[in-house]
């Protein structure tokens, strides 16, 4: 048996942000009303960010448990934030994998039995679960509502990325109004939160929202990290800039990009590793190198615009 078979988890990725944090708790609490028990349990894979601390502190929800090691045969699992292999919970094969509840590619994980999959491309996990608290007539609190609408805000740049849709802006006003919060004041404190980002080392600065790819043959790093102050941008540039040379040799990944992105001007500055990365860059979007990064206006999205990119340049 499992170390966890009397629950069934709910857990978003690995490098945990405001979505998987916050999806997690809120599928959980949709679930458990829904079927009127308390078998749901949220968790996660790692430590909450800085952002998602304010969010939690906020609305005054405690932090999901952390699934320590891996699942084992008789764990019962549901994947919300994410579907590949790479990104989620160790001994997932051992796992029975119950749902998906996802707005990402579909990285290729393979189950053993049939399971209920829910993913839509709209910007935000978060999007989804309170499109299923409508839909089953589950009603919404402020803690839930304020968790949802951070996730949407967190995932989409305050509506301004391009992977918003407009059932992300309609589940954003509406879970705004139930949590009391105005999104243009609540947002600009929660990215503040999350982005002191100058007292943090390199390390620790690549793997706050770090994701693997694998491509092929190649395994790819995208991380990403936002500020909404652009004048640190160039030297947390500098700073990571060795880190991420030296590093990429040690784990074991061919090429590793972390996005810069500037929240207010909405651009990104990316830092490329590893052999032909930044010609990964240069021709994917047609910009001139400056040393080992590359400046892209308009690029905010991870999933949308990089991922898209690299994986064109491996065709
Ligand atoms: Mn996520
Ligand atoms: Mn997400």
Same mark, same amino acid.
């Given at each position: 048996m499992g170390k966890y078979s009397d629950k069934i988890l709910v857990t978003g990725h690995k490098n945990p942000d405001t979505d998987s944090i916050c999806s997690s708790i809120t599928y959980t609490n949709f679930k458990n009303k829904l079927e009127n028990t308390d078998k749901y349990a949220a968790m996660r894979l790692g430590n909450v960010s800085d952002e998602t601390k304010f969010v939690l502190d906020y609305f005054n929800m405690p932090e999901p448990a952390l699934i320590e090691g891996a699942l084992e045969e008789g764990d019962k699992v549901i994947l919300v934030d994410h579907n590949e292999k790479s990104q989620t919970v160790d001994g997932i094969e051992n796992a029975e994998v119950l749902e998906i509840i996802d707005h990402h590619r579909l990285g290729g994980l393979v189950t053993a039995t049939p399971l209920f999959m829910r993913v839509q491309?709209?910007? /935000? #996990?978060g999007t989804i679960v309170y499109q299923m608290y409508k839909e089953n007539g589950i009603e919404i609190s402020r803690e839930m509502a304020g968790l949802m609408v951070s996730a949407i805000l967190s995932d989409t740049l305050l509506f301004r990325s391009? #992977? /918003? #849709?407009e059932a992300d802006k309609i589940a954003g006003k509406e879970l705004a109004a139930i949590a009391g919060i105005d999104p243009e004041v609540y947002a600009k404190e929660m990215f503040k939160a999350g982005s002191?980002? /100058?007292?943090?080392s390199a390390e620790e600065i690549f793997n706050i929202d770090c994701k693997k790819f694998e491509m092929g043959e190649k395994v790819i790093t995208v991380a990403q990290v936002s500020t909404?102050?652009?004048?640190?941008i160039e030297d947390i540039h500098k700073k990571v800039s060795d880190f991420m040379g030296e590093g990429i040799k040690a784990s074991g990944c061919d090429m590793a990009f972390l996005m810069i992105t500037d929240i207010i001007n909405e651009s990104s500055t990316v830092v490329c590793a590893g052999e032909g990365a930044i010609d990964v860059m240069t021709d994917g979007f047609e910009v001139e190198a400056n040393g080992d990064a590359v400046y892209l206006p308009g690029v905010v999205s991870r999933k949308k615009q990089m991922v898209p990119a690299i994986m064109g340049a491996f065709k």
């Amino acid at each position: 048996m499992g170390k966890y078979s009397d629950k069934i988890l709910v857990t978003g990725h690995k490098n945990p942000d405001t979505d998987s944090i916050c999806s997690s708790i809120t599928y959980t609490n949709f679930k458990n009303k829904l079927e009127n028990t308390d078998k749901y349990a949220a968790m996660r894979l790692g430590n909450v960010s800085d952002e998602t601390k304010f969010v939690l502190d906020y609305f005054n929800m405690p932090e999901p448990a952390l699934i320590e090691g891996a699942l084992e045969e008789g764990d019962k699992v549901i994947l919300v934030d994410h579907n590949e292999k790479s990104q989620t919970v160790d001994g997932i094969e051992n796992a029975e994998v119950l749902e998906i509840i996802d707005h990402h590619r579909l990285g290729g994980l393979v189950t053993a039995t049939p399971l209920f999959m829910r993913v839509q491309p709209v910007g /935000c #996990t978060g999007t989804i679960v309170y499109q299923m608290y409508k839909e089953n007539g589950i009603e919404i609190s402020r803690e839930m509502a304020g968790l949802m609408v951070s996730a949407i805000l967190s995932d989409t740049l305050l509506f301004r990325s391009p #992977t /918003c #849709t407009e059932a992300d802006k309609i589940a954003g006003k509406e879970l705004a109004a139930i949590a009391g919060i105005d999104p243009e004041v609540y947002a600009k404190e929660m990215f503040k939160a999350g982005s002191n980002l /100058c007292e943090k080392s390199a390390e620790e600065i690549f793997n706050i929202d770090c994701k693997k790819f694998e491509m092929g043959e190649k395994v790819i790093t995208v991380a990403q990290v936002s500020t909404i102050n652009s004048d640190e941008i160039e030297d947390i540039h500098k700073k990571v800039s060795d880190f991420m040379g030296e590093g990429i040799k040690a784990s074991g990944c061919d090429m590793a990009f972390l996005m810069i992105t500037d929240i207010i001007n909405e651009s990104s500055t990316v830092v490329c590793a590893g052999e032909g990365a930044i010609d990964v860059m240069t021709d994917g979007f047609e910009v001139e190198a400056n040393g080992d990064a590359v400046y892209l206006p308009g690029v905010v999205s991870r999933k949308k615009q990089m991922v898209p990119a690299i994986m064109g340049a491996f065709k």
